[in-house]
């Protein structure tokens, strides 16, 4: 049987008067690679912020990694990785600094992030590039590297905000064959992006609306149920029906 | 008459290390909408800052409206509408503010060019006492384009306009910039979205500071040199490692719910060779067809790069 590595019940955040996520209920299985959609102001980012454990719900629960958003924010943060389309590489440090940062922050032993310095830049084929400053790096390749370093603590799930924006077309699909890799090998994704043909490599994807979750399913069911040839045409349909303007 | 020519333009930072822009020429006919399309660091905010006369180029000219870039910037800067990547607005004046402010700077008023503007403004207007630093980013876009278009410029340069702006909003940002086309404004835009480029009279694909083809986008997808097939079987992931291994690819990516495949050369019997070798894989439901390639194809096969 699959199991769940979010559950959320209810979840809703105000900011007094507006709600910015409302009584959202969803599960997200292990091993899934998870689309988040929804147009600016649709509440992803405070969604996505309260399953992080940044932001506290006003209401209903969430279990996240096993954890309660609510009481155990801190084990939540030890148990997911982060990535967003701002890369929180150091600029100034090396390849390895970057990757001996992360891993002492997460309190990995000294011997474990020798281990996984090795291993994550045979991985990424860095080895030319170890010592050299992350902002000599070339785009790709520090997205690269910071998707592995999100994954540096061996977390159970991963959370990708917009990691693609920006790249050319090849590199955008080397770094979703990184993604089905971690998902292969039973780390779930839980990723929000702008690409809608990247809407269509996920296993479930689920849109908001002002607030709320609209639809959620396969993409193939998606696109049956709304009777659409791609998910692009199912986002359009469900995101112009918003009234909420992103103000 | 052309409206933007560039000859041989080039730009070098960090002392002649990183070569920016690369030997480009292209020209812009008056009145057409110019796509320069590419991913972050091809160079595009350089060519559009050496456009703006915010930036000198190391080598070649270029013209505006019929005047030199570098000899006579003051008067360019008086004829173009410039929307820069970065939000670069006053963030604690308000709305109605910043607008004044860009029209009294270019000698002009709101009301006499609000035709210009109206449909862009108008959904702003609620908001006109807000200052721009409270606004969400589909706003700031649409004050920062009414900002641009306050004085009647007859080129307009938005650089990077729709990046990280969702799917919805960026198609009525498209169709915001067809009416203004219809005006009779010159508009040369940058995005790095593929998908954007159909909605362009022609458009210049740009890679390291270098252009790959300048084109109409259904030229550019009608030159697409091989046949392009979309393949799909219950096993995706699978489906795009065995491909690669194919003796016979070129390359594969993903394009939505299907992998993309092009082979090195044509060849008889080639359909039914790929088809027996992915059922020896195992694989199932196995579709295959001939499909029209996209901008993004286009693109991934003028960078040369073969399978990953």
């Known amino acids: 049987m699959r199991s769940t590595v979010i559950k959320t019940e209810k979840l809703t955040k105000r900011f007094g008067d507006f709600v910015a996520a409302n009584e959202l209920s969803f599960e997200v299985y292990k091993g899934e690679i998870f689309g988040f959609l929804g147009a600016n102001g649709a509440g992803k980012t405070t969604a996505m912020r309260m399953l992080c454990g940044l932001l506290a719900p006003t209401s209903g629960s969430a279990m996240v990694a096993g954890f309660d958003v609510y009481k155990q924010a801190d084990k939540i943060k030890n148990n997911i990785g982060y990535m967003s389309q701002k890369f929180s590489l150091?600029?100034?440090?090396?390849?390895?600094?970057?990757?001996?940062?992360?891993?002492?922050?997460y309190g990995l032993t000294n011997k474990e992030i020798r281990e996984k310095s090795e291993e994550l830049i045979e991985q990424l084929q860095l080895q030319q590039s170890a010592n050299k400053l992350v902002s000599e790096l070339p785009l790709g390749w520090k997205q690269k590297l910071s998707f592995s370093v999100?994954?540096?603590?061996?977390?159970?799930?991963?959370?990708?905000?917009?990691?693609?924006?920006?790249?050319?077309?090849?590199?955008?699909?080397?770094?979703?064959?990184?993604?089905?890799?971690?998902?292969?090998?039973?780390?779930?994704v839980f990723v929000t992006t702008h690409y809608m043909d990247e809407s269509e490599y996920c296993s479930r994807v689920s849109i908001m609306v002002d607030g709320v979750i609209r639809a959620l399913d396969t993409p193939g069911n998606l696109k049956s149920h709304f009777n659409a040839a791609s998910m692009d045409e199912v986002f359009h349909g469900l995101a112009r029906e918003a009234k909420r303007k992103d103000d | 008459m052309a409206s933007v020519t560039l000859q041989n333009i080039a730009k070098k930072y960090d002392e002649g290390k990183v070569l920016a822009v690369d030997d480009v020429s292209f020209s812009v006919e008056q009145g057409e909408l110019f796509g320069l399309i590419g991913p972050d660091g091809a160079g595009k905010s350089s060519i559009f800052r050496i456009l703006t006369t915010l930036l000198l180029p190391d080598a070649g000219t270029a013209t505006v409206d019929g005047y030199d870039v570098v000899k006579d910037y003051k008067t360019i800067r008086g004829r173009i509408g410039y929307m820069p990547g970065k939000f670069s607005l006053?963030?604690?004046?308000?709305?109605?503010?910043?607008?004044?402010?860009?029209?009294?700077?270019?000698d002009t008023t709101i009301e006499e060019n609000y035709e210009l503007i109206k449909d862009i403004y108008v959904q702003i207007e609620p908001f006109?006492?807000?200052?721009?630093?409270?606004?969400?980013?589909?706003?700031?876009?649409?004050?920062?384009?009414?900002?641009a278009l306050i004085h009647?410029?007859?080129?307009?340069?938005?650089?990077?306009?729709?990046?990280?702006?969702?799917?919805?909003?960026r198609k009525e940002f498209w169709e915001m910039l067809r009416r203004l086309k219809q005006k009779g404004i010159t508009i040369l835009v940058s995005t790095p979205y593929m998908d954007?480029?159909?909605?362009?009279?022609?458009?210049?694909?740009?890679?390291?500071?270098?252009?790959?083809s300048i084109d109409t986008p259904g030229q550019l997808v009608a030159n697409y040199p091989t046949t392009l097939y979309a393949v799909r079987s219950d096993s995706m992931y699978k489906l795009l490692n065995d491909l690669r291994m194919f003796e016979d690819t070129d390359h594969c990516f993903t394009f939505g719910d299907y992998l993309h495949l092009s082979f090195k050369s044509a060849g008889p019997g080639q359909e039914q060779k790929l088809l027996q070798y992915l059922a020896g894989k195992g694989q199932t439901n196995v579709e295959l067809k001939v499909?029209?390639?996209?901008?993004?194809?286009?693109f991934i096969k003028l960078t040369g790069t073969t399978a990953a």
């Open chain 2, 196 to 212: 954007e480029a159909t909605l362009c009279d022609r458009i210049a694909l740009i890679q390291e500071g270098k252009l790959l």
């Open chain 2, 291 to 298: 499909t029209t390639p996209t901008v993004e194809d286009c």
């Open chain 2, 128 to 147: 006109k006492d807000r200052r721009a630093g409270k606004l969400s980013g589909g706003m700031k876009q649409k004050l920062a384009l009414s900002c």
């Open chain 2, 90 to 106: 006053y963030q604690d004046l308000t709305v109605e503010e910043n607008l004044n402010f860009f029209a009294t700077v270019f």
């Open chain 1, 90 to 105: 150091y600029e100034d440090l090396t390849v390895t600094e970057n990757i001996r940062f992360y891993g002492g922050i």
């Open chain 2, 152 to 169: 009647k410029p007859s080129v307009l340069f938005l650089d990077e306009p729709t990046t990280g702006v969702d799917a919805v909003s």
């Open chain 1, 150 to 188: 999100a994954l540096v603590h061996m977390p159970k799930i991963i959370f990708l905000d917009e990691p693609t924006s920006g790249v050319d077309p090849v590199t955008r699909r080397q770094f979703w064959d990184l993604i089905y890799a971690a998902a292969d090998k039973g780390i779930t």
